[in-house]
């Protein structure tokens, strides 16, 4: 069974920084891209951005390049995203998942933690 746990979230100022974490488990984690999605209030899920399997490859949506990180430990079965620079419309539930489609279809992911940038 696929399982996603992701952490890190909270309430951040404008301009300031979080770390998502994402422990992954019930499938061979480096073997898979893995992709950060989020959804904003009333809208619907985004692509943020998805790294191959052994690091070496990132790819980001425009509306996060250059402020966003991500990377991943396989030895610990983990995905990160390094969030800088954080604007109010960055506020969402921030997912992790195996699985992009295309467009706003993804596979499965977990909970979700939620990122709230707020003055």
């Known amino acids: 069974e696929v399982q996603l746990e992701e952490s890190g979230g909270g309430l951040v100022q404008p301009g300031g920084s979080l770390r998502l974490s994402c422990a992954a488990s019930g499938f061979t984690f480096r073997s898979y891209s893995m992709t950060w999605a989020r959804q904003a209030p009333g809208k619907g899920l985004e692509w943020v951005s998805t790294?191959?399997?052994?690091?070496?490859?990132?790819y980001y949506a425009a509306s996060v390049k250059g402020r966003f990180t991500i990377s991943r430990d396989n030895a610990k079965n983990t995905l990160y995203l390094q969030l800088n620079s954080l604007k109010t419309e960055d506020t969402a539930m921030y997912y992790c998942?195996?699985?992009?489609?295309?467009?706003?279809?993804?596979?499965?992911r977990g909970q979700g933690t939620q990122v709230t940038v707020s003055s």
């Open positions: 790294i191959n399997p052994d690091g070496s490859d990132t």
């Open positions: 998942t195996k699985a992009w489609y295309g467009g706003s279809t993804f596979g499965e």
